[in-house]
């Protein structure tokens, strides 16, 4: 049931490569448990591109890079540890690559993500059962990979924690929506040169990385046998600087991006419920991030460890 | 249900620990001890100067006496403002307490890092260029690229060499105190007391140089020279170390020296430097006819090539007569086997799953907006002279051996690349993949390799129990334009060779210049 929330992940790694802070704050974000002792076990691709990019504000293309492209394939578990209480486990291998000039695409295993949700209240309401949910997790870099090198890096090597509050609802009619707020702390972090320039000559190889926040939503319907949701998220970085002009980005910009989406699924009964899951989003808004078109597919499996 | 209240608790207490974590990153160089140089040269007003032929070739009047009536009312004036300062005024004298000349090599890199980026191209393919002339609009003036920042680095540094060599001359002329000297009872306020005349003030005539030339080299940002200017010329007169007249009178030397080295730069030939498509299509076809094929631009749209004519501004060091004894060997043919080999190198070399390849790569890379290759070297000339406590006219007369050279080794190597025109490997073989940017101009010899071995020469001959470090790290600058798959080897080993001559010009006169 609750990879749908995984998915949403997905969606947001893209950018100048991918975002830690984006995925760890977009874990977890559904609103709904996987019941105690069982496990939820899924793989997904997602394949995002962008050909414009905004530059500081400033929404442009580079015939010097031509399309940039990032895939990635994760595999996560979740885990019924209570009927309230969901642990959840993620990493992604990611690669990248340039449609046009010479810079060389980038590829490694990123960051593993965990996370723990839990169910702080529930309630009938409003023809529906209402529940308020908070989420604490985070996410490190699980190899050496180099973050200053975008749009070609496949991540920013930051250590994150982060904490979520989610309002979700489902009617008896299965229509349903959530509401999340994330926040997102983000550790500086050390990269290969001794000086660089953000707004000033700063000499020394560690980067401040200002912390991040999310608004996120999603509504429609949900039933066991299938669903389809619109979702809109917002990410924010809480500081940084802009890309110059014809400069190169760098992980502490301020990269903010807004995205839409539609996101489906189906459960097979003849494969044992396997589910079948498709998600496809535009971003819309942004700052210092790839304008880009997203897409996953993924399947999961439940596996019960309940001695029936 | 206790226990996951528990661990959420757990979870919330990590979270605040971890966001109170001071992630401000200040830098090394923020705070310095205040410079209190083991000899202040005193003989250095008689060292050769570079632009200027004798040290008295600007005027200093003579200073009024310690004992007369105007003196001491700037005396009083001084012991008001040091019991008054604010504490803004305190910052800026710990500033630039570490040494002027110090601080505005800083500033120099900081100013090439905001100006090193090329101009976005328009829409309709073009390329605009900046326009000193109109700083302020986009693309802004200066690009200041390797070979632009090289030239800058060096009639910086020039300036304040020769303008110090002459304030030195007055200050043994005149010979008169500072005024803690004068005064017993001041105590300056975080500078350190010395016996070096005060009058002209060493931090005032860097100030004036670095007014007349930076405003010229940086035109888009005279009001924060200006207030750099202000900060660096007054600041010991606010700590009790100076009288206004001490200042002024720096001032107005340091800005009439670096007038006359202002003339030198306008008669250069940088103002031709940037080229022309018909003079690119010239260096194309020359090469063409002898059977080789020609760098060109991989940028999209294509952009000229950078400072095609720097090869033929007017060096420090050397004969421009000489050129062709200078120049490097000619590249085997492209269609050599030599030549193959050398591109299944790079092909090799260049792997991105190497991360130690990728970390040297990252750390010599100095490209798009950073203080560009002479300005990593500047670096490590500024750690060796704080580190050794050099007086300001050593620490000048040190960067300007170093950056002459560096600018004669952007001349050199510019020649060389535009004189030979050889394709980066990219070109030849379009599956290379780059660990870094490519640089838009053609590939022998490598820029980095020159001018690395020109700072290690030159460092090496001036900080001798470092040179074989400074060697090390130029043959791993060098290298890591093979690594970044963006240079031949035999790019970097040229360049190295070459750098190594231009550095050994630079070491032939700081034997003969008075100061060893």
């Not at chain 1, 308020?132 to 490190?140: E, F, H």
């Not at chain 2, 700037?74 to 040494?99: F, M, N, P, T, V």
């Not at chain 2, 001032?251 to 250069?268: E, I, P, T, W």
């Not at chain 2, 720097?310 to 050397?318: C, E, I, N, R, Y």
Request: charged letters at 15%; aromatic letters at 12%; one cysteine or more.
């Amino acid at each position: 049931m609750n990879f749908r929330t995984t998915l949403s992940l997905l969606l947001l790694l893209g950018g100048f490569g991918s975002f830690p802070v984006f995925s760890g704050a977009q874990s977890l974000t559904d609103g709904i448990f996987m019941n105690k002792k069982f496990l939820c076990a899924g793989a997904f691709y997602t394949h995002e591109a962008w050909d414009e990019y905004w530059e500081g504000t400033l929404l442009r293309t580079n015939g010097t890079i031509g399309t940039v492209t990032t895939q990635n394939v994760m595999l996560g578990l979740n885990y019924g540890i209570t009927n309230k209480l969901n642990a959840v486990v993620m990493a992604p291998y990611v690669w990248t690559e340039a449609s046009a000039g010479t810079l060389a695409g980038q590829s490694g295993i990123q960051d593993l993500t965990l996370g723990l949700k839990y169910n702080v209240v529930a309630f009938n309401g409003l023809g529906g059962r209402m529940s308020v949910q908070a989420v604490a997790g985070g996410s490190l870099p699980l190899t050496d990979y180099v973050a200053d090198f975008l749009p070609m890096s496949i991540g920013l090597q930051s250590k994150t924690l982060f904490g979520r509050g989610i309002l979700h609802y489902a009617a008896e009619n299965n229509l349903t929506f959530l509401l999340s707020g994330t926040y997102t702390l983000r550790s500086n972090i050390e990269i290969d040169r001794e000086s660089y320039y953000t707004t000033e000559q700063i000499y020394s190889n560690e980067v401040e990385m200002p912390d991040a926040a999310q608004l996120y939503f999603r509504g429609g319907y949900y039933s066991f046998r299938w669903g389809a949701e619109l979702t809109a998220s917002h990410n924010m970085t809480l500081g940084g600087f802009d890309i110059r002009r014809q400069d190169m980005p760098f992980p502490s910009n301020n990269m903010d991006v807004t995205r839409v989406g539609v996101e489906a699924f189906y459960r097979l009964p003849f494969l044992g419920d396997l589910q079948v899951l498709g998600q496809i989003n535009q971003t819309v808004a942004g700052r210092n991030m790839g304008k880009s078109l997203g897409w996953t597919l993924g399947l999961t499996k439940f596996i019960n460890f309940n001695k029936d | 249900m206790k226990k996951h209240i528990l661990s959420l608790l757990a979870f919330s207490v990590l979270f605040f620990a971890f966001s109170a974590c001071d992630k401000d990153v200040t830098g090394e160089y923020a705070e310095l001890q205040a410079l209190s140089p083991a000899s202040q040269d005193l003989n250095a007003g008689v060292w050769k100067t570079v632009v200027l032929t004798t040290p008295d070739e600007v005027a200093v009047p003579a200073p009024s006496d310690v004992n007369s009536a105007e003196y001491q009312a700037e005396l009083a004036a001084g012991k008001q403002a040091l019991a008054g300062l604010s504490d803004k005024q305190k910052e800026i004298i710990r500033y630039w307490s570490a040494g002027s000349v110090l601080r505005w090599n800083e500033i120099m890199r900081y100013l090439v890092a905001k100006y090193n980026l090329a101009p976005a191209p328009n829409a309709d393919g073009t390329y605009p260029v900046p326009d000193a002339s109109n700083p302020f609009s986009y693309p802004e003036f200066p690009f200041a690229n390797p070979p632009y920042s090289a030239r800058a680095y060096a009639y910086a540094s020039v300036a304040q060499f020769d303008a110090l060599v002459a304030g030195w001359h007055f200050k043994s002329l005149y010979n008169r105190p500072a005024p803690y000297n004068v005064d017993a009872t001041i105590e300056p306020y975080h500078v350190a007391k010395t016996s070096l005349p005060s009058y002209p003030l060493e931090d005032a005539v860097v100030a004036g140089a670095a007014f007349t030339m930076l405003r010229a080299l940086f035109p888009a940002d005279t009001a924060f020279i200006n207030e750099k200017v202000n900060e660096a010329a007054w600041y010991k007169q606010w700590a009790g170390a100076a009288v206004a007249s001490d200042v002024t009178a720096g001032l107005n030397l340091g800005k009439s020296v670096a007038a006359k080295v202002l003339n030198r730069a306008k008669s250069d030939g940088m103002k031709n430097a940037i080229g022309s498509k018909s003079i690119q299509d010239s260096l194309q076809q020359r090469v063409e006819a002898l059977g080789e094929t020609s760098w060109i631009s991989l940028e999209s749209p294509r952009r000229p090539g950078m400072l095609m004519m720097f090869g033929a501004v007017k060096p420090w060091l050397f004969d421009p007569a000489n050129i062709e004894s200078i120049r490097p060997v000619p590249p085997p043919s492209v269609n050599s086997d030599a030549f193959k080999a050398e591109l299944e190198e790079v092909k090799r070399e260049a792997d991105p799953s190497d991360r130690e390849k990728m970390r040297i790569v990252h750390f010599w890379a100095d490209g798009t907006g950073t203080y560009t290759p002479p300005g990593h070297w500047n670096v490590f000339a500024f750690e060796e002279i704080y580190n050794a406590g050099q007086s300001e006219v050593r620490a000048a007369r040190n960067f300007a051996l170093l950056n002459m050279a560096m600018m004669d080794a952007a001349i050199a190597c510019w020649e060389t690349k535009y004189y030979y025109m050889v394709p980066r490997p990219s070109q030849m073989d379009p599956s290379i993949k780059t660990l870094t940017g490519l640089p838009n101009f053609p590939a022998y010899t490598s820029g980095h390799s020159t001018f690395s071995a020109t700072g290690a020469t030159v460092l090496g001959h001036l900080f001798p129990s470092k040179a074989a470090t400074f060697n090390a790290w130029a043959d791993e600058a060098s290298l890591s334009r093979l690594y970044g798959g963006i240079h031949y080897r035999m790019d970097c080993e040229a360049g190295l060779l070459c750098g190594q001559v231009i550095g050994g010009f630079a070491v032939d006169r700081a034997r003969t210049d008075g100061a060893e």
